[in-house]
């Protein structure tokens, strides 16, 4: 049900703060892994819900922060128009309309296709298709990612080195800050810059600097044509290929290379995608999928973005995100790495912490734990939500036990979940700037306190 | 009328987008500067609380702490070299600092902050000087920092296709250096060949081109930046992104209150294989409006979309001769790029579009030259009106484009109100509408009229939805505006934001974010789409 809960949730932020007691804020608990926990009792947003505003035209959407993503998208679509960056959603339902499972995925339908268009119904054409981004149930699971959830954490999916990341598309936002004051920021057009730019600031921050109560985002159309083309090509090469065309005048929309083959997806008008295609070769991706009914290419990219792909759900080692400079060379001690963001986002599993590894290379490394790890079965709800492996898996072998989540559980006891570090250690002086930038926003600490850093 | 100084000198960056100066494209100069009428010096200067003799000695204690950092012939302190320093491209302001200093290395950026941070001297940082918020102002008792001389591109990677480059290069010497790779860096702010990138950083400047390639934001990957007490930290990275908070994008647009931009790498974009423009006239502008929409409904997001009003049309059409239709009551420009045959399918899409939403006339560009030409007038449009009247003043509000049949005609019945005629030129695409109000100075009072003017076609904007800035940033000119777009309690968030980086409030005072006693001063009271939040709260 929609309803604006904003006095309610202000009321319990200011009270907090009078008794400098931590709040521990909740969406749809779908990406609670992906940070350190947090002891504090339980603020939760997922019912402060509705879209609020949505004018095709001006691009801009502006809903509640416990909007689960999937209403969005499906408002949206309705339109023709989408989320650029391309959000992951880590929800259970993410994955309930496909018609191959996680783990299962198959996508060897490969050979020379036809274009078509979404608004040709593919007919005869075959292959190119948009990527529906649509899932089931636009009602919302429960443990449906939430649009605040998605921009407090920042994530942004394959298309992310083209069209931009969830940070970009932030107009504006509307708080609780650490005092309880609501507060808003940036606003619903295109271009402002009275102020400071808190608003983009809250993307990736989660909510360690406020609740997020409202967001603006920038929508775009969705492209007319899609063609994913696949390459035989080693690693190392294809990192050489992906920053070489991404000089270059073409449509590129997503490359990846799952440790076989690369994989890129080109996105524009039709005339625009023809072009490339001829120009760049490869053999295009699911074009023997019946006419209407190729979910191939889309069932791929959802999983590179999903992380369901079986990449990730190799070995019980913990997976690691390397966020480098798009042309680091590809380091081979690391192992099997999956490429994805033309060369710049690297997943590895690995049992030592590789901040070190991933400073080096000029990037930087985020845990992102054993959650994606070893799957007994692929349909069951525990390959999404659940633990992937036990905790004496874990342990005996040498590493911090997972964070366990399961379904049903989102009011888990904070204790379960150890303080293993996530992200990428700051260098003291910029830690000591978060530190008082923490400050001006939440005085006494208390909203998700050691959420990303202890020190925060 | 009052031309700003030029030569030499530098600033922030970010003013009027202008078509013509895109990287493939035209790169000849403005024909005049965008606020060439500008504002004579309307406004006293802000005194100094000091009295002459305790200025002198202050002065002399900067100036000899910066012999100790910096040759002498790149410090200033003689009131004659001082001058050229006193405004930005909003003439209308002007004061001179105690001294002026063009360190030539970052290390020496920070001697001087830790210098000034030490005698608890106010510095105010400076690119080219082409900001239209006078937001370079100096200060009266304080130290104006040029950086002008850090201009060298350190690297271009094509392969990473990055630039890593000083503030002090100008946007489109980013551009040309990247030319040889097939490269260009996107945002295009009509100063561009003048403007330097550590101003765009201030500003987060954007162009003609930013509702398809972003702002200055959008575009950016890493800063180095000095922070007033003088530790140097690295905010973004060379990846995509970095760990922590995007301080990056916080110090995106802070006017220089947060830190001193000492190194930028910025993202490279391919340039385009094509581009193509073309110019649709109407009899109504609720028409035209209607028409953007249109193209952004059918999913086509153009290069650039451009409106002028019939005002606008005329002076430009009298000036440059583009060969507009001047009965019409709006025109616009619609630049479509990509892919050769990418663009041949979209122009004949975008054509049908705008013949469909009532256009009287059609005209696509035939070749590179008319491309260009009909972008000149649109670029000529500000100093084109700047020869119907003796100054003009440009504003800068931002608003839904739905509503912008609604705010030209309020803004209409405004300018009958006051006797002063306004012509209007938009950014359709992103809503960045640019009111030009036509004075002259020499008329005892127009000029208050004109701000008085100015200040409620802002607060118009506010009223439906928008915002008092667009892309000029807020400055010392609309200071009191942003009483009206922000409730006391952001505001005082905002001040709270700055004390994290700068607890002295030492980097560019008195600029950008207003105190509560000057709004309680200006007896404006923050209202959001018309309705008063927290209506139980007492107001300053």
């Known amino acids: ?456 | 009328m009052t031309i700003e100084p030029r030569g030499g000198h530098q600033g922030g960056g970010h003013d009027h987008p202008d078509p013509g100066h895109r990287p493939e494209g035209n790169r000849s100069l403005d024909q005049g500067h965008p606020h060439a009428g500008g504002h004579p010096s309307g406004h006293p200067h802000p005194q100094s609380a000091l009295t002459p003799q305790a200025r002198a000695a202050r002065q002399a204690e900067l100036v000899s702490g910066l012999l100790g950092i910096l040759p002498t012939a790149q410090v200033l302190h003689e009131t004659e070299d001082l001058h050229p320093y006193e405004c930005d491209g909003l003439s209308a302001y002007r004061q001179l600092p105690l001294a002026v200093a063009l360190p030539d290395t970052a290390d020496q950026v920070q001697a001087i902050l830790r210098l000034c941070h030490r005698l608890q001297i106010p510095v105010v940082a400076r690119g080219a000087g082409t900001g239209l918020s006078a937001g370079a102002l100096p200060h009266p008792e304080g130290l104006l920092l040029s950086l002008a001389r850090l201009k060298a591109i350190l690297h271009i990677d094509p392969l990473a296709r990055t630039a890593r480059v000083q503030p002090g290069v100008r946007n489109l010497a980013i551009s040309e250096a990247a030319r040889p790779h097939g490269l260009y860096y996107a945002p295009d702010p009509s100063s561009q060949i003048a403007c330097t990138i550590g101003g765009n950083v201030a500003e987060n400047s954007g162009g003609v081109h930013c509702l398809k390639y972003g702002l200055t934001v959008h575009n950016l990957l890493r800063l180095e930046v000095i922070t007033m007490d003088g530790e140097r930290l690295t905010l973004g990275a060379e990846a995509l992104d970095a760990p922590g908070y995007d301080l990056m994008a916080l110090m995106t647009g802070s006017e220089g209150l947060l830190g001193v931009v000492v190194e930028i790498t910025v993202r490279l974009l391919p340039l385009p294989e094509r581009a193509q423009v073309l110019l649709a006239a109407y009899d109504d502008i609720g028409q035209a409006g209607a028409a953007v929409g249109a193209i952004i409904a059918a999913g086509i997001i153009p290069a650039g979309l451009e409106m002028m009003d019939n005002p606008a049309i005329r002076a430009a059409e009298a000036f440059v001769h583009a060969g507009y239709p001047t009965q019409a009551a709006a025109i616009l420009l619609c630049e479509l790029d990509g892919a050769n045959e990418e663009v041949s399918q979209e122009i004949l899409r975008v054509r049908q579009i705008l013949l469909d939403s009532g256009a009287t006339e059609v005209r696509t560009a035939r070749d590179e030259a008319e491309r260009l030409l009909f972008w000149k007038g649109r670029k000529a449009a500000f100093p084109a009106v700047g020869r119907l009247s003796p100054d003009y003043y440009c504003m800068d509000g931002t608003i839904p484009r739905r509503r912008l049949p609604e705010v030209l005609a309020r803004i209409a019945a405004m300018s009958t109100d006051y006797g002063l005629p306004v012509a209007n030129v938009f950014h359709a695409g992103d809503g960045n509408l640019h009111p030009l109000i036509l004075y002259d100075a020499n008329r005892p009072g127009e000029l208050e009229r004109t701000e008085e003017l100015g200040g409620k076609i802002l607060e118009l904007c506010v009223e439906v939805g928008g915002t008092i800035t667009g892309e000029h940033g807020v400055g010392t000119e609309k200071i009191d505006q942003m009483c009206v777009q922000f409730h006391p309690l952001e505001l005082t968030q905002f001040h709270a934001v700055k004390a994290a980086f700068d607890p002295a409030g030492l980097l560019n005072p008195a600029k950008a974010v207003p105190t509560l006693h000057r709004c309680a001063e200006f007896g404006a009271m923050h209202v959001h789409a018309n309705q008063l939040k927290f209506p139980e709260l007492p107001r300053f």
């Open chain 1, 1 to 456: 049900m929609n309803q604006d809960l904003t006095q309610t949730l202000a009321a319990r932020v200011a009270s907090a703060q009078a008794e400098g007691r931590p709040l521990r804020i909740q969406g749809g608990g779908t990406k609670t892994w992906l940070g350190r926990a947090v002891a504090g009792e339980p603020l939760a947003v997922v019912d402060h819900r509705g879209i609020l505003s949505y004018e095709p035209t001006e691009l801009v959407i502006t809903a509640r922060a416990g909007t689960p993503l999937v209403e969005i998208e499906a408002a949206l679509a309705e339109r023709g128009q989408w989320l650029a960056f391309e959000p992951p959603h880590f929800s259970q339902s993410q994955f309930s309309t496909s018609h191959v499972s996680p783990g299962q995925i198959s996508y060897g339908h490969i050979s020379a296709g036809h274009i078509s268009t979404p608004d040709s119904q593919g007919a005869s054409q075959g292959a190119i298709q948009g990527d529906n981004p649509l899932p089931a149930d636009p009602k919302g699971l429960p443990g449906a990612a939430t649009l605040g959830g998605t921009i407090a954490c920042g994530l942004s999916g394959p298309a992310r080195p083209y069209a931009g990341a969830a940070r970009d598309f932030v107009l504006g936002v509307r708080i609780i800050n650490g005092k309880g004051e609501v507060l808003r920021f940036g606003g619903e057009v295109m271009k402002n810059v009275a102020g400071y730019d808190l608003s983009r600031l809250m993307a990736g921050a989660q909510g360690t600097l406020g609740v997020l109560l409202e967001v603006s985002l920038k929508v775009l159309p969705r492209p007319l044509a899609e063609l994913t083309l696949t390459f035989e090509l080693s690693p190392a090469e294809a990192i050489r290929r992906f920053n070489d065309w991404a000089g270059q005048p073409l449509p590129l929309s997503a490359a990846c290379h799952d440790g076989e083959r690369a994989y890129i997806r080109l996105a524009g008008n039709e005339a625009a995608v023809r072009a490339a295609q001829a120009r760049l070769g490869g053999e295009v991706l699911g074009a023997q999928a019946p006419a209407g009914e190729d979910r191939d290419a889309a069932d791929f990219w959802r999983a590179v973005r999903e992380l369901g792909h079986p990449f990730f759900r190799q070995g019980a080692a913990p997976l690691w995100r390397l966020s480098l400079p798009p042309t680091a060379p590809l380091d081979s001690r690391l192992g099997s790495q999956f490429i994805d963001w033309g060369g710049a986002q690297r997943w590895v599993h690995g049992e030592h912490p590789l901040w070190p590894v991933a400073q080096a290379a000029g990037g930087h490394a985020t845990c992102h734990g054993l959650k994606f790890g070893r799957v007994a079965h692929p349909d069951s709800a525990e390959a999404h939500l659940g633990p992937a492996v036990s905790t004496a898996d874990a342990v005996n072998a040498g590493h911090a036990p997972p964070r366990a989540v399961s379904p049903g559980s989102r009011e888990r006891e904070p204790a379960a979940i150890p303080e293993a570090e996530v992200f990428q250690p700051l260098p003291l002086a910029l830690l000591a700037l978060h530190r008082r930038l923490k400050a001006a926003l939440d005085p006494r600490g208390i909203l998700n306190p050691g959420r990303i850093y202890p020190e925060l």
